[in-house]
């Protein structure tokens, strides 16, 4: 009896030993070095990307039951151990596939990844890739932290990054949290099936009015700002700006005109000289004011005589040489105030170029609260709105424009159907938007005409454009129209300095976007002088009803 306990302890003994050995037993390493990653998706081959791969760690593995496990390599020198992990493929579905590294695929991942930080990687647009606390996995090099997306992107602390199996920036993965293993570096969670974004310009957040920020700057409320610029600018030849598109606003006269001592909103203006005739004609803002730029398009003008219409009544005044200046107002003032009902024609002329795709979606909401705005503000007059959209020449469409109507929702909805595609080149068609927004529209002859323009790039710059732009603004100064830019991200010198010629010769103002929201591109710091960051829609609402008085 002894010896058959004697046997039993120390069979017990020798099993206690063998199974202690098998617990040290080091897990599978699943190693790399710097160098490239590889991810192999089921559908297309073998997709490689340069960058820092993982470092050497442990792993681990997660297989749900009812899924298909997914085979992984990583490794510096595309050898290392396969490591059976979920990943859900393109299609949602899962199946066995080998990721391996090989060398045809070692690229300069300097030249793709750009800054990550310890919670987020970033791609090359700055958009947050994914969160690497929300990843497939997640190892340390080094104090450097490479999160594994669960469609086999990937990126780290240290800059690099990599795309997946889905291909495209915006197709990422939505991805679960987990727990670290004591005794793991790399951390494994369950995998969710991805987002998939359809529309690449679409931002994986809400969009709502109220985010973008803009400032205002009224160029005729400031005219000695362009004068003491022009005399004085230091960095530029600032009359270039405007000159470059056969443009001199450098000389004007400011006609004020009264009916009964209160501002006379809506009274014809005509300035002519004497060997010419009529050179500049235009209508007075709300506050009686228009100012006429009369050497804009002929530098050489030199106007004699301004003739106001009002009321059935005209008058006519010689104008001085202080005048001239812009020094002292020409001042005409009526006896009887007109007493017409006020009403509103709204238009937005807005580019849908790819260039746009930054901010459009965002601008549809903005404008959308806007309209709307206006609408219960200003519910005893009528208003009638128009939204016209254009690209460029060999584009899907190059002007696209719709009536006024007062059938509000309908514009809306034309609005909200457009989307940013085309162009290709920085110009685009501005001077046949300006053309279509102008001529063919049915502008009521006694409404406040607004125009808001919303762009971020110029029309090209040839002769026979230059001459339409002419026209075109001169047109919308006769008609009473007032452009409103609205400058968005990508605009450049030239182009702001364009679209503050088009607000200071129809008698309306600048606007332009401001990095303030962290939306979109950057944006121009404009060349003018102190103004207020203001909400997008607020501040539109704000002019509009301002010139509606």
Request: charged share 25%; with cysteine.
């Amino acid at each position: 009896m002894k010896k058959i306990i004697s046997f039993l302890l120390i069979l017990a003994m020798v099993l206690a030993i063998v199974g202690c050995s098998s617990s040290e037993t080091e897990p599978t390493v699943c190693s790399a070095t710097e160098g490239t990653y590889s991810s192999a998706p089921a559908s297309s081959g073998v997709a490689s990307h340069p960058g820092k791969a993982a470092g050497s760690g442990k792993t681990e593995s997660s297989s749900p039951v009812g899924s298909s496990p997914v085979e992984s390599s990583a490794s510096g020198s595309g050898s290392g151990t396969t490591v059976e992990v979920d990943r859900p493929t393109a299609d949602t579905s899962t199946t066995s596939i080998e990721a391996e590294t090989p060398a045809s695929a070692e690229i300069n991942f300097d030249e793709f990844a750009p800054a990550a930080t310890e919670e987020s990687a970033a791609d090359y647009d700055g958009s947050v890739m994914f969160d690497m606390k929300e990843s497939k996995g997640l190892a340390r090099e080094g104090g450097a932290d490479i999160a594994i997306a669960g469609d086999g992107s990937y990126a780290g602390s240290d800059g690099s990054a990599g795309i997946g199996e889905y291909g495209d920036y915006g197709d990422y993965g939505d991805f679960d949290y987990g727990d670290w293993d004591d005794d793991s570096e790399i951390w494994i969670t369950d995998p969710v099936e991805p987002i998939i974004i359809d529309d690449p310009y679409e931002p994986p957040y809400q969009i709502s009015s109220g985010l973008l920020t803009a400032g205002e700057w009224n160029d005729n409320k400031n005219f000695w700002f362009i004068r003491d610029l022009l005399a004085n600018g230091q960095n530029y030849n600032y009359s270039d700006f405007f000159k470059k598109w056969g443009l001199s606003p450098f000389t004007r006269i400011v006609v004020k005109c009264t009916a009964a001592g209160e501002p006379a909103e809506g009274a014809r203006v005509t300035v002519t000289c004497a060997t010419n005739g009529a050179i500049y004609e235009g209508v007075t803002d709300h506050n009686g004011m228009c100012y006429v730029y009369y050497s804009v398009i002929d530098r050489d003008a030199s106007p004699t005589h301004v003739s106001v219409s009002y009321g059935g009544d005209t008058q006519v005044s010689d104008i001085t040489a202080s005048q001239l200046t812009g020094e002292q107002n020409v001042e005409i003032a009526f006896e009887k105030r007109d007493q017409k009902a006020k009403k509103l024609d709204l238009m937005f002329t807005i580019d849908t170029t790819g260039s746009m795709s930054d901010e459009i979606r965002y601008l549809q909401k903005e404008l959308e609260n806007v309209i709307i705005r206006v609408k219960n503000d200003c519910g005893n007059i009528p208003v009638r709105l128009s939204v016209n959209f254009y690209r460029d020449h060999g584009d899907a469409y190059v002007v696209k424009p719709y009536e006024f109507t007062t059938d509000i929702d309908s514009a809306l909805a034309d609005l909200a159907r457009e989307y940013a595609d085309g162009g290709g080149d920085y110009e685009e068609a501005v001077e046949l938007a300006l053309e279509s927004s102008i001529y063919d529209h049915d502008w009521d002859d006694d409404s406040i005409k607004l125009m808001f323009m919303v762009l971020d790039a110029p029309p090209h710059n040839t002769a026979s454009i230059r001459e339409s732009l002419h026209e075109s603004i001169m047109a919308a100064s006769k008609k009473g129209i007032r452009i409103i830019p609205v400058a968005s991200s990508g605009v450049d010198k030239d182009t702001e300095f364009l679209l503050r010629a088009f607000a200071m010769t129809t008698g309306g103002t600048y606007t332009f976007l401001t990095d303030d929201s962290g939306i979109g591109g950057s944006h121009l710091e404009p060349t003018v002088g102190d103004y207020e960051v203001e909400h997008l829609n607020d501040m539109l609402v704000r002019i509009i009803e301002e010139y509606i008085g």
